[in-house]
Antibody, heavy 123, light 107 residues
Framework: EVELLESGGGLVQPGGSLRLSCAAS????????MSWVRQAPGKGLEWVSA????????FYADSVKGRFTISRDNSRNSLYLQMSRLGAEDTAVYYC????????????????WGQGTLVTVSS | EIVLTQSPATLSLSPGEGATLSCRASQSVSSSLAWYQQKPGQAPRLLIY???YRATGFPARFSGSGSGTDFTLTISSLEPEDFAVYYC?????????FGGGTKVEIK
């Protein structure tokens, strides 16, 4: 069974930094791309970033480009999101999500999700 | 960036009724359109991908259709567990985007 467990959320001051982690199990982590999706309180879904299975290719939403860095450690079955220069607009639940194989007709959908970790940016 | 517009924002229906949700893209996404279901306090679940393929675990009363810029999610007969928020998402290329959501609520 696929399981994704996010951690690292919390309260951070504007301008601060935070690193989110996602521990994956139940599948061959190194074979799949991964992604982060966020949801501000009471709002809709916003894609944040994605990374290929090898970590070579990374993708970012314009709203976080230059401030957030996605990475992964396949030896630890873990995905990360380093967030810096945080602002109030970054307050959200951050979900880790597994991507299907790139060749699948479901490519770039989010087929499994974690339960999310809440990041609150406030002074 | 492709903008997805969902309508209506809220759909008030009774159990047993059918539901029709719309998603319109600002430019063609071919058939690369997905739908998600989200219940309060839960993560979203992939419901439909490639416009019409139902994901594992969802019953046949859910169906998706459309191509190009206009897509529809149909729930043939609402069950109590179907009342939720539904989001569409294009999956053509990065950056992917989501629609603003349609809340299906109990009338």
């Amino acid at each position: 069974e696929v399981e994704l467990l996010e951690s690292g959320g919390g309260l951070v001051q504007p301008g601060g930094s935070l690193r989110l982690s996602c521990a994956a199990s139940g599948f061959t982590f190194s074979s799949y791309g991964m992604s982060w999706v966020r949801q501000a309180p009471g709002k809709g879904l916003e894609w944040v970033s994605a990374i290929s299975n090898t970590g070579v290719d990374t993708f970012y939403a314009d709203s976080v480009k230059g401030r957030f860095t996605i990475s992964r450690d396949n030896s630890r079955n873990s995905l990360y999101l380093q967030m810096s220069r945080l602002g109030a607009e970054d307050t959200a639940v951050y979900y880790c999500a597994k991507l299907p194989p790139p060749s699948a007709n479901s490519g770039r959908t989010f087929e499994y999700w974690g339960q999310g970790t809440l990041v609150t940016v406030s002074s | 960036e492709i903008v997805l517009t969902q309508s209506p924002a809220t759909l008030s229906l009774s159990p047993g009724e059918g539901a029709t949700l719309s998603c319109r893209a600002s430019q063609s996404v071919s058939s690369s359109l997905a739908w998600y279901q989200q219940k309060p306090g839960q993560a979203p679940r992939l419901l439909i991908y490639a416009a019409s393929y139902r994901a594992t675990g969802f019953p046949a009363r859910f169906s998706g259709s459309g191509s190009g810029t206009d897509f529809t999610l149909t729930i043939s007969s609402l069950e109590p567990e179907d009342f939720a928020v539904y989001y569409c998402q294009h999956h053509t290329s990065w950056p992917v985007t989501f629609g603003g959501g349609t809340k299906v609520e109990i009338k």
